[in-house]
């Protein structure tokens, strides 16, 4: 049965003549206004390979893709499929050839159920004029076996998890007979036990003979599981490596053209007594006793699974989900914090994961979002008034002080790329003058270039003893920033690792393991290993981004 | 089909109310009280019907009860003159007309990509006001109408001896089930509904899947449009006269009781049995004052609460979901 199976699946995925499938962009350039987002792309898509495509934000990646699925039409070249030459494809014509595209918002009907999500496409494209639910339910069915999950068909899919859309949206391209399948960073929104589940089910669709092509700044899902890595900077591609000849300093290179590290942090500052303190702070069905003290010029980053608690934790100290006993301490005096606006007084920021939708207003300028935090300091005078040119003035200074690349500051937020979208959100926190600062996933779906940028400006706040709470579920993010790492499990803190520990070359390996088994490990790091230590310390930045204001043309 | 938990919420408010009723006044547990509401509720049970599928396919429409009045006003105006008296033919015209003003409707909705509840509203005053310049604000009584409209809206498919006289069961069950039936059939066997719906989820998805949002709206807002003219056709049988300003100003209860049958607002969500319900329950209290002695304004009061109260707990199911899912609005203060 199983082995029907594969042959069955495997069969479509080639050609007439018993090639394996292939789909090759030839000399496509494609420009828009004056700006050449693909300049001259030749490019081989294989059946059972993983490809990668690697790129900072605007380096022309998703331009492909939207070409190849027929979205976009380009200005010249072709597309071979099979065999088949197209000068221009239309999505109809795209689909037909199997080519389907996973985008980041996954598409998916939040009011039907997991079974007709996945058939429905597949019936509409047959062309179906009446609904069988029998066969809504056996085309989900048989997808689901494909893949090697099992969920439940009838769940209303609002209630569904990330993860499981994200599977849903995958057996809905397979039902629509998928041989190439596109996923744009498939698994920024899930947690680390999904990602592997999901890397899982790449692997295997691999096998199958589909060729599998995705859009990942998570470099170490990269090289778990890309056979061929494709680089594109500026529009051009850069060259076709296989994964196993890259690292990811190598990689990086290639993406940006520069030497990009993330320098250690160290902390610099004198103080001892903690900014914040939180004794015993529970809520039931989220954390319990959870005991934590941050000090100004502290990065203490905060890892733990989905549901571990550290999420909550960390929005019950803005103020948006107020605990239920416990005390947290500021400065010494036990505060109370059940808002937003109490959080803000008590000096607390929080940069939240979900940028576009929870710290930016994408249709205003960035000059409003950055001042949207001190709107109060703007208004002047018995009628407040609102003084647009210090909005102006404070706007310009943010663009020059953390680098924030725009043309101007009038420019819509939503038309910047994600890094700077970020700086905009941090800018409007930094406002507020912030001394403890809570950044939650600040680097999800940002470039590399981006990534240290914001890595530097969270370091250079500490060193001027701002204190910041770092959630991540990037290992090395935390390595590299924070001087302490609290690790959640099961709504507790289970360890919290010292600068003594976190100077260990091997810690980052022992966190990974940590989280993922939930509880302390005694044998795994080794004390030793000194000469190591240069290895994680050994990293310079090029160029000290925070005073590099060449490219943004406001600063002139 | 599973019933849903705000449905099995609705029949026990139902069922308790009743039950309240027929305490203060016994006369109200009697077969007469059901046939009763199912002749007077039945209007409003189709032209829900039609509110729900709009509603699935993430619009709205308030301009139903204008269509209702204006296709059946001007379909007696053309009878009168032409002098047909059939109500197949009533039925026939007012449907066509019905029809016209929701396409009219649809494509003002998918060109102009304003709030369908504007455009409605809009139309709704359009139609009666083009109805009233070109055929007339006269009022058509008992003596002028054909007879057969009397003997449709008040004929009986069974009769009962009852303590005072004959009772029955209004003929007007029979279009409200077909129409039914018609519905659930159209929402759940056909890849039209299942369109409609998708769009009420996501334009932008379904469209990702080669529906044709255009089409799917023509067909949504051109059935409320048909459902319209045969629920104008029932009604102005029912009263047995046609009157030139009846049934506007009706139309947000029928609204009401879509959103207190668990209808999503904002698209994509909604059931048969639920918006049947919030009709139900709407004409229940309408019809139950007289038996609790109450005046005609306590039922506007009574639906306030029932509303506010519906929305209330959908509100509260979201926030709990929303809990779960780790995302909290800032609560204002």
Known sequence: ?556 | MQIERSEVILLIIIALYALGVAVVNPAFLSIETVFDLVRTSSRDIILVMGLLLIMLSGGIDISFMSMALVGSYCATVIMMRYEFSSVAVLITLACCFGLIMGLFNALLVSWLKLPPFIITLGTMNLFHGLMATLAGTRTYGAGILPPSFNEFGSGYLLEIEGEYGVIGLSVSIIPVALVIVLTWFIIYKTMLGRGIVAIGNSEEAALRLGFRPLWLRLFAYGYIGVLAGLAGSLYICQVNAVYPDKMIGEELMVVAGAVIGGTSISGGKGKIFGAILGIVIIYLLKSTLIFLGLSASWNNLFVGIILVLSLSFTAYQEKMRNQRHLLFKVESR
């Open chain 1, 1 to 556: 049965m199983q082995e029907q199976d594969s042959k069955a699946t495997s069969a479509p995925c080639r050609d007439l003549k018993g090639r394996p499938l292939l789909v090759e962009a030839i000399g496509i350039t494609k420009t828009f206004g004056g700006f050449t987002a693909l300049d001259d792309i030749n490019l081989m898509f294989k059946g059972g390979e993983i490809h990668c495509l690697a790129g900072e934000n605007g380096s022309g990646k998703s331009t492909l893709v939207k070409i190849i699925s027929g979205a976009y039409t380009p200005d010249k070249g072709s597309i071979v499929i099979n065999g088949k030459s197209y000068s221009a494809l239309n999505p109809a014509q795209s689909m037909a050839e199997g080519i389907q595209v996973i985008y980041q918002d996954l598409a998916l009907f939040e009011h039907m159920s997991v079974a007709e999500n996945i058939a429905l496409g597949r019936l509409r494209e047959n062309d179906q004029r009446l609904i069988n639910w029998k066969k809504v339910d056996a085309i989900a069915q048989a997808q689901l076996e494909r893949i090697g999950v099992q969920l439940d068909l009838r769940q209303e899919l609002r209630e569904a998890s990330i993860s499981t859309k994200q599977l849903v949206a995958i057996c809905r391209a397979l039902a629509m007979d998928a041989k190439v399948l596109f996923m744009d960073e498939p698994t920024t929104a899930l947690s680390g036990r999904e990602v592997d589940r999901l890397l899982e089910v790449m692997a295997d669709l691999k096998k199958s003979g589909l060729a599998v092509i995705f859009i990942s700044h998570k470099l170490d899902e990269v090289f778990r599981i890309a056979n061929v890595v494709t680089v594109f900077r500026d529009g051009r591609k850069i060259g076709d490596f296989p994964s196993g000849d890259l690292n990811a300093r190598r990689l990086s290179y290639y993406m940006t053209g520069k030497e990009i590290s993330y320098p250690k942090y160290q902390r610099v500052s004198t103080k001892q007594e903690s900014f914040v303190e939180i004794h015993g702070l529970c809520k039931k069905n989220m954390y319990q006793d959870i005991n934590l003290s941050v000090r100004p010029g502290d990065i203490m980053g905060c890892i733990g699974l989905l549901g571990s608690g550290r999420t909550e934790l960390a929005l019950s100290l803005f103020g948006l989900n107020p605990p239920d006993g416990g005390d947290i301490i500021i400065n010494g005096h036990k505060t109370s914090i059940n808002s937003p606006s109490a959080a803000m007084e008590a000096g607390i920021a929080l940069l939240p994961e979900d940028r576009s939708t929870e710290g930016l207003f994408l249709e205003r300028s960035v000059a409003v979002n950055a001042t949207a935090a001190i709107i109060d300091k703007l208004c002047h005078g018995w009628f407040k008034c609102f003084d647009f040119r210090r909005e102006r003035e404070c706007a310009r200074q943010d663009i020059c002080d953390i680098n924030i690349k725009t043309t101007s500051e009038q420019k819509l937020a939503g038309e910047l790329s994600g890094g700077n979208q970020q700086k905009v959100v941090l800018a409007k926190w930094l406002a507020t003058k912030p001394r403890l600062f809570i950044m939650d996933n600040p680097t999800v779906g940002i470039d590399i270039g981006s990534k240290a940028e914001i890595y530097e400006t969270a370091q250079s706040l500490a060193r001027r003893d701002m204190a910041v709470l770092l959630l991540s579920d990037e290992v090395e993010e935390l390595t590299a920033n924070c001087n302490r790492i609290a690790i959640f499990a099961r709504g507790r803190i289970i360890e919290i690792l010292d600068e003594k520990r976190l100077a260990d070359p091997h810690i980052g390996s022992y966190i990974t393991k940590v989280v993922a088994a939930g509880r302390r490990l005694d044998d795994v790091v080794s004390a030793s290993a000194d000469a190591n230590m240069q290895q994680i310390a050994t990293v310079v930045t090029v160029d000290a981004p925070l005073r590099d204001t060449k490219e943004s043309g406001v600063c002139k």
